[in-house]
């Protein structure tokens, strides 16, 4: 909830710096969408969970990789789907800060369309996801549940609800660039190494991903 996080904070500081015990303050439209956007989604949650959080390799856990250059952005699965695309202009243009392009935003991007794209929830029942991605901050915004950086807190918010609504447990897990290989090679759209290396069948490809 990036917006509600924020204007709260900003309430808090100002309170604080006037003295205040108490502070009344209208919420915003922003605020207030995010709020029924939560709350139509818990209306159809169960509140339960069946999930061992210690097992994340074993069997009924889906393990993705996922990675992102200026150019585009690549991801594969455990069970053999995998995706190479350029990146689109509208993506380019949120990603744009001042003089050059936010590479956090644009793995944060790429992580968000492997899940999405890699995964099939079945309606009713828990699914595990592991991401493995070399880019920390996205680690950190998706293990925490939060980012400070608006751009990618908006998709983080995207990628929760949508976790909430299919009944998906995600965690990321931190790999150097050396080990992620495989979806540096398809981030740079080198899908011919990647096969080659990989063993994965170029009819797996998942192609027209949400951006």
Same mark, same amino acid.
């Given at each position: 909830?990036?917006?509600?996080?924020?204007?709260?904070?900003?309430?808090?500081?100002?309170?604080?710096?006037?003295?205040?015990?108490? *502070?009344?303050?209208?919420?915003?439209? *922003?605020?207030?969408?995010?709020?029924?956007?939560?709350? *139509?989604?818990?209306?159809?949650?169960?509140?339960?969970?069946?999930?061992?959080?210690?097992?994340?390799?074993?069997?009924?856990?889906?393990?993705?990789?996922?990675?992102?250059? *200026? &150019?585009?952005?690549? %991801?594969? #699965?455990?069970?053999?789907?995998?995706?190479?695309?350029?990146?689109?202009?509208?993506?380019?243009?949120?990603?744009?800060?001042?003089?050059?392009?936010?590479?956090?935003?644009?793995?944060?991007?790429?992580?968000?369309?492997?899940?999405?794209?890699?995964?099939?929830?079945?309606?009713?029942?828990?699914?595990?996801?592991?991401?493995?991605?070399?880019?920390?901050?996205?680690?950190?915004?998706?293990?925490? %549940?939060?980012?400070? &950086?608006?751009?990618?807190?908006?998709?983080?918010?995207?990628? #929760?609800?949508?976790?909430?609504?299919?009944?998906?447990?995600?965690?990321?897990?931190?790999?150097?660039?050396?080990?992620?290989?495989?979806?540096?090679?398809?981030?740079?759209?080198?899908?011919?190494?990647?096969?080659?290396?990989? %063993?994965? #069948?170029?009819?797996?490809?998942?192609?027209?991903?949400?951006?």
């Amino acid at each position: 909830m990036w917006h509600l996080r924020r204007e709260m904070i900003g309430k808090a500081l100002d309170a604080k710096r006037r003295h205040r015990q108490q *502070q009344y303050f209208r919420l915003s439209i *922003q605020v207030r969408n995010e709020l029924a956007a939560w709350l *139509q989604v818990l209306q159809g949650w169960t509140g339960e969970w069946l999930l061992d959080p210690s097992d994340w390799k074993g069997q009924g856990c889906r393990v993705l990789h996922s990675d992102a250059c *200026q &150019e585009g952005q690549g %991801g594969y #699965s455990d069970q053999g789907d995998w995706f190479s695309e350029a990146w689109s202009l509208a993506t380019l243009q949120k990603a744009q800060r001042k003089e050059r392009l936010s590479l956090p935003y644009l793995e944060m991007q790429a992580a968000v369309n492997a899940i999405k794209n890699l995964t099939k929830p079945t309606p009713g029942k828990p699914l595990r996801v592991l991401l493995m991605c070399d880019c920390l901050p996205v680690v950190q915004a998706i293990n925490h %549940g939060y980012c400070h &950086e608006e751009g990618m807190a908006e998709l983080l918010f995207g990628l #929760s609800e949508w976790c909430v609504r299919g009944n998906v447990y995600l965690r990321v897990e931190h790999l150097s660039s050396a080990e992620n290989r495989w979806a540096d090679l398809l981030s740079r759209f080198d899908v011919f190494d990647f096969l080659q290396e990989s %063993g994965y #069948s170029r009819h797996s490809r998942v192609s027209r991903l949400g951006q």
